[in-house]
């Protein structure tokens, strides 16, 4: 996978409008604690960091879970869940070092970003560009010139 | 998970009762939300004559009908009750996140009624609700509440009042979070009255959306919409503060309590490129695409270390204008204001009323405890607090212009005011618009923001011989994109003659900005220009499954601003309420005076157009009856 939702913390102005989103193609309803990307909103300092998922090469989530219900897809690096697999233990919510993972308690399962099938949603609706799914090698490349210049520009 | 329709959450606090039901759909499509809920259950619930500070009168938060969906800029909740400032319909508008976590937690609005004897808080975790002992945080200011309470009930948003708000100082304001707040109509005061000293909200359920397809591309035309508005970058980059120059070059800002139209370093002190100066990051309100809120932190000097979300046009012209400070002090002004909960511009007005008394010689050191001058900062502030704490003459200017002005001799002329509001920043004598006559015409008295021409244009200001017309600079491709029905739209705006016909205009702008805060969006000036009745229309239809058209919308708008008149009307509203200051008919600037006769004539075709009565303002009964309000004529 060589695409990745990338995060440019100093863009977000912590609308949230990526939340209602997610939590409205997902299950038809329009809840913030229902959404896959979560704002950290840090008021007194005018900061916001959005998360979501890392899609980590070696995912925690995967390896804890008990049912086999999360799995990695070695081609795509998609890294799913399947609700009817899922024995809802929270084991995944627990292990995942972002505080992705989630919980649907009325459902009893648990879910956590899918990109939306390859088309995320978030980043569609995301306004100030503060998300972008682009591959890794430009995210990069775009920050790098980003520094470059300032670089030009203080030399 | 909740459907749509909501709940109503009744909380009364003299008994303890905690109630909910669901809410009508016959209400929704007569009032659809936000400030038309907030019309209704006011009128049917306030007694007339109630005292705003007593055990009657009902403080109401409704979240508009769209908070809750990514629909852009729908974060706004109105709170209303009568006005301890105005004695009539008081309400305010704000956004952040308040109304985002009462809408998912199930609640399409919160009443508050009764007193309670001790203080106290309300907790709202979805269905969960108590009214908690608030005596450890009665007396604190607002941000170390929030601090507080945030640490308490995790994920929580807050409404909540300062001290002004408990020492019912008449223009106290609830504070919504940190920097943003219901500030207008003196809102505080009753919520301080009822010894209700916070509300922490906070929902997990949110709504089942009736067709996610359509709101998804609802939500999409909408930021589509707003983005191509021309004043769109402007709108993302400075905010209101856009707005700052032209004012002063028309010398329209409120300049030592409405006396000097411009001050000679107006650009410096409160031009837009103070952003530039002193702000930082871009804040937005839930489902935001302008985001106008800038932070701003003072760095250096005896304010060093003061960080507001704030640099905006309401504290640049009540204290940079109206007080006449600088902007570092104009920034720690906003930050008195929010810590201890009063409403922004009836402070400044408050303040260059005193300051301007004090000048005349009406009142003097000795009534107030120190020397005061336009301009003084640190003598501006000590007044400030003392009015908070209502200590000496604090305790009469707490009041507000219009009861203060009571206690001294010929101090009337200088309390600036429309129907006990006190006006904010724009002098009508310098600029006379839509918005001008809006001030006369508000639902709550003496400020613009219930009534802007949609496409505002900031560039003209000459008026025409009898006040009927704003000039406008109106484009043929603006007009044909304009969302208003077309034998409207011909009798508002002429092309030819490039004037918009304020009287006409006024009505539908009303409408339209009571639809915004019925459906709970913004009234920035992307919004107003491009997202009319035909795309809320399309993402309330998505969201609710209710059955409503683009003319539903405007005609329950509508219902809702005359149900407020018949409010006013019933408590005691008086036929030549809707005056300006003496000062503006008899005093110029420039040259520039208003004539009371023309503005009469104005307002009169104002009230045809509204279809009232021509003389005294009052709604016809074929109005009435069109509206289905005919019940509710007294």
């Not at chain 1, 950290?40 to 300092?45: G, H, K, L, Q």
């Not at chain 2, 009750?81 to 998912?104: E, H, I, R, V």
């Not at chain 2, 920097?179 to 003196?186: F, K, L, V």
Request: hydrophobic content about 35%; aromatic content about 8%; proline content about 4%.
């Amino acid at each position: 996978m060589d695409k990745l939702i990338f995060v440019d913390y100093q863009k977000c102005v912590g609308c949230a409008t990526c939340e209602m989103v997610c939590s409205l193609v997902h299950e038809d309803i329009c809840s913030p604690a229902l959404s896959r990307i979560r704002v950290v909103r840090y008021p007194t300092e005018a900061s916001n960091v959005p998360i979501t998922c890392a899609f980590c090469e070696s995912p925690p989530c995967v390896s804890v879970c008990p049912s086999g219900a999360i799995t990695k897809n070695a081609d795509s690096g998609d890294v799913l869940i399947n609700p009817v697999l899922c024995i809802g233990c929270r084991q995944c919510v627990q292990a995942c070092p972002f505080g992705h993972a989630n919980f649907n308690f009325a459902r009893g399962t648990a879910f956590k970003c899918d990109l939306c099938g390859g088309s995320p949603q978030c980043v569609e609706f995301c306004w100030t560009e503060a998300l972008q799914y682009v591959p890794l090698e430009r995210a990069l490349g775009e920050k790098r010139e980003a520094v470059g210049r300032n670089i030009l520009q203080s030399s | 998970m909740n459907d749509y329709p909501g709940k109503i959450l009744e909380i009364n606090l003299s008994t303890g009762s905690i109630s909910s039901r669901a809410v009508e759909p016959d209400l929704i499509k007569q009032y659809l939300g936000g400030i038309g809920f907030n019309a209704r259950i006011l009128y049917d619930e306030i007694p007339v004559g109630a005292d705003p500070l007593g055990e009657e009168n009902v403080l109401i938060f409704a979240a508009g009908t769209l908070v809750g969906t990514p629909f852009p800029t729908a974060s706004r909740t109105e709170a209303s009750a009568k006005s301890p400032l105005t004695g009539q319909f008081g309400t305010s508008n704000s956004g952040a996140f308040f109304g985002t976590q009462l809408k998912t937690a199930g609640y399409d609005a919160l009443l508050i009624k009764g007193t309670s004897q001790t203080p106290v808080y309300i907790v709202i975790s979805d269905e969960e609700v108590q009214i908690l002992d608030a005596a450890f945080l009665w007396g604190k200011e607002c941000w170390e509440t929030v601090d507080i309470l945030e640490q308490k009930h995790y994920g929580a948003e807050i409404a909540l009042v300062g001290p002004a708000g408990e020492n019912l100082v008449r223009f106290a304001s609830i504070e919504n979070g940190r920097y943003d707040g219901w500030g207008r109509t003196g809102l505080g005061a009753v919520m301080g009255s009822k010894k209700l000293k916070a509300i922490a909200v906070k929902g997990t359920r949110g709504r089942k959306v009736h067709n996610s397809a359509a709101l998804l591309e609802a939500v999409r035309k909408g930021q589509q919409l707003i983005k191509s508005a021309s004043s769109y970058m402007a709108f993302t980059e400075y905010g209101t503060l856009n707005a700052s120059i032209p004012y002063g070059k028309n010398k329209a800002i409120s300049a030592h309590n409405f006396t000097l139209g411009t001050l000679p370093d107006w650009k410096e002190i409160g031009g837009r490129q103070i952003v530039d100066k002193y702000g930082s990051r871009h804040v937005a309100c839930q489902s935001c695409i302008i985001a106008c809120g800038h932070w701003a932190e003072i760095k250096e000097g005896k304010y060093a270390g003061v960080k507001v979300k704030d640099l905006e046009i309401t504290p640049v012209m009540s204290f940079g204008a109206t007080v006449g400070l600088n902007t570092e002090a104009i920034i720690k002004a906003s930050e008195i204001c929010q810590r201890y909960g009063v409403d922004m511009v009836s402070t400044g007005g408050v303040l260059g009323f005193a300051i301007e008394l004090y000048k005349k010689g009406i009142i003097t050191t000795e009534d107030v405890g120190f020397e005061l001058d336009f301009g003084d900062d640190e003598a501006a502030f000590k007044l400030l607090h003392k009015i908070i704490d209502r200590e000496g003459i604090g305790d009469i200017l707490a009041e507000g212009t219009k009861r203060a002005a009571e206690q001294f001799a010929n101090a009337d002329r200088y309390a600036i005011h429309i129907k006990g509001m006190e006006i904010p920043m724009i002098d009508p004598r310098g600029r006379w618009s839509t918005w001008s006559l809006g001030m006369l015409t508000n639902i709550r008295g003496g400020d613009h923001l219930r009534c802007r021409n949609p496409v505002e244009n900031l560039r003209y200001n000459d008026k025409d011989e009898e006040y009927m017309k704003e000039r406008f600079g109106f484009k043929k491709p603006m007009y044909d994109r304009l969302d208003m029905p077309e034998d409207l739209k011909s009798k508002a705006i002429d092309l030819e003659s490039d004037t918009v016909d304020i009287a006409e205009m006024s009505k539908w702008a009303e409408d339209l900005i009571n639809l915004y805060n019925s459906v709970g969006i913004c009234i920035r000036p992307p919004v107003m220009e491009k997202v009319g009745p035909t795309i809320i229309a399309e993402a309330c239809r998505a969201f609710t499954g209710l059955e409503i058209s683009a003319a539903d919308l405007m005609e329950s708008s509508e219902r809702t601003w005359n149900l407020i008149k018949l409010f006013n009307l019933r408590e005691g509203e008086e036929v030549d309420a809707s005056k300006f200051p003496r000062r503006f008919y008899e005093e110029d600037i420039d040259g520039n005076i208003l004539d009371e006769e023309k503005i009469q004539a104005v307002l009169e075709k104002y009230y045809q157009v509204r279809g009232w009565n021509g003389r005294t303002g009052k709604p016809d009964a074929n109005t009435l009856d069109r509206l289905n309000l005919v019940d509710d004529l007294g």
